[in-house]
Nanobody
Framework: QVQLVESGGGLVQAGGSLRLSCAASGRTFSSNYAMGWFRQAPGKEREFVAV???????????YSADSVKGRFTISRDNAKNTMYLQMNSLKPEDTAVYYC????????????????WGKGTLVTVSS
C-alpha cells in the first residue's frame, strides 16, 4: 500500500507564500509514480492543481480558468520520496484543502483522479 502525508498548510495573507510537502511511503510506492496536487474549496469539486511525472522534469499545471501556473511550482525529490508545492502570490480564491496524489502510471497528467490520495492539508488565504 501507499501512504501520502501532507504538511505545510496554514493561514497566510493574500500575496504571501506557502510551501506544501508530501511525504510518500509504503511497500509498493515507487519513485516511478507520478505525483501531484489537487485542491478542494468549500462547496466546490476537487480540482487538479499540478502534477510531476517520475523524473521531476515534466510538469503540468491546472486546467481551470483560474490556473495556478506562474504562481505555483511543483517539484519532487525522489531520494526523499517527497513532493513539494511552492505557492506564491496567494489569493483568497486559493483557499482550499490541498491533497497530495500519486499514480502508478508514470505519465499520469492529472486528467483523471489518481490511484492514491493523502488526507489533505488546509490552506487559508485571508484578504
Amino acid at each position: 500500500q501507499v501512504q501520502l502525508v501532507e504538511s505545510g498548510g496554514g493561514l497566510v495573507q493574500a500575496g504571501g507564500s506557502l510551501r506544501l510537502s508530501c511525504a510518500a511511503s509504503g511497500r509498493t510506492f515507487s519513485s516511478n509514480y507520478a505525483m501531484g496536487w489537487f485542491r478542494q474549496a468549500p462547496g466546490k469539486e476537487r480540482e487538479f492543481v499540478a502534477v510531476t511525472i517520475w523524473n521531476g522534469v515534466n510538469t503540468y499545471y491546472g486546467y481551470s480558468a483560474d490556473s495556478v501556473k506562474g504562481r505555483f511550482t511543483i517539484s519532487r525529490d525522489n531520494a526523499k520520496n517527497t513532493m513539494y508545492l511552492q505557492m506564491n502570490s496567494l489569493k483568497p480564491e486559493d483557499t482550499a484543502v490541498y491533497y497530495c496524489a500519486a499514480d502508478r502510471t508514470t505519465s499520469w497528467s492529472g486528467r483523471r483522479f489518481p490511484d492514491y490520495w493523502g488526507k489533505g492539508t488546509l490552506v487559508t488565504v485571508s484578504s
